[in-house]
Nanobody, 127 residues
Framework: QVQLVQSGGGLVQAGASLRLSCVDS????????VGWFRQAPGKEREFAAG????????IYADSVKGRFTISRDNTKNTIYLQMNSLKPEDTAVYYC????????????????????WGQGTQVTVSS
């Protein structure tokens, strides 16, 4: 099972950019579909972006499409979330996650399909 450690995040003004990183210490991340989720105060955890293991297909939530980009570097056992044109409504704790192995060809959008999670990192966007 992968072990994910996140970095990045912070406090920025609206319109700014941030990049989140997520490193796997077990070197098994390349075998998994991976995703980024976020959870705002008082709300459920929601899918933001994902990338499949088998062909690198990416999918995005409508709320971030065109502004966020997910990518992976299997040589570094790392996934990234580049966030541009940030909005106050993007404020949340962001989590990286690796899906169960059977989801290698698709990108699940529900948290239950993911069995390894990063520790979470706060992103705050001020208006």
């Amino acid at each position: 099972q992968v072990q994910l450690v996140q970095s990045g995040g912070g406090l920025v003004q609206a319109g700014a950019s941030l990049r989140l990183s997520c490193v796997d210490s077990t070197r098994a991340l390349s075998k998994h579909t991976v995703g980024w989720f976020r959870q705002a105060p008082g709300k459920e955890r929601e899918f933001a972006a994902g990338i499949s293991q088998i062909d690198g297909e990416t999918i995005y939530a409508d709320s971030v499409k065109g502004r966020f980009t997910i990518s992976r570097d299997n040589t570094k056992n790392t996934i990234y979330l580049q966030m541009n044109s940030l909005k106050p409504e993007d404020t949340a704790v962001y989590y990286c996650a690796a899906a169960a192995a059977r989801y290698y060809s698709i990108v699940p959008v529900t948290p239950v399909a993911y069995n390894s999670w990063g520790q979470g990192t706060q992103v705050t966007v001020s208006s």
